[in-house]
Nanobody
Framework: QVQLVESGGGLKQAGGSLRLSCAVS????????MGWYRQAPGKERELVAT???????TYADSVKGRFTISRDNAKNTLYLQMNSLKPEDTAVYYC?????????WGQGTQVTVSS
């Protein structure tokens, strides 16, 4: 059974940085495309960044140039480096397979950016 455990969130001032991690188990991580998603209060969950099993990345326009998604297949871990944070980045961040997200979602990690 797949497990997704996100960590690394916190409270930051605008302009700060955070690095999120997602520990993945129960699947063959190295051949699985992955993504970071986020959900702000009162809004639908949105896709932030993706990375294929080959390391090809895509980003939402809102984070392009500020966020970097990466993966360490030896550690079965997905990362999201978040720089130049903005208050609108405030959300709960989740990782999941991309495409075809698992029905199961982890608990997420809260990112709060103050102005």
């Amino acid at each position: 059974q797949v497990q997704l455990v996100e960590s690394g969130g916190g409270l930051k001032q605008a302009g700060g940085s955070l690095r999120l991690s997602c520990a993945v188990s129960g699947t063959i991580f190295s051949i699985t495309g992955m993504g970071w998603y986020r959900q702000a209060p009162g809004k639908e969950r949105e896709l932030v960044a993706t990375i294929t099993s080959y390391g090809i990345t895509t980003y939402a326009d809102s984070v392009k140039g500020r966020f970097t998604i990466s993966r360490d297949n030896a550690k079965n871990t997905l990362y999201l480096q978040m720089n130049s944070l903005k208050p609108e980045d405030t959300a709960v961040y989740y990782c999941n397979r991309r495409p075809w997200p698992y029905d199961y979602w982890g608990q997420g990690t809260q990112v709060t950016v103050s102005s």
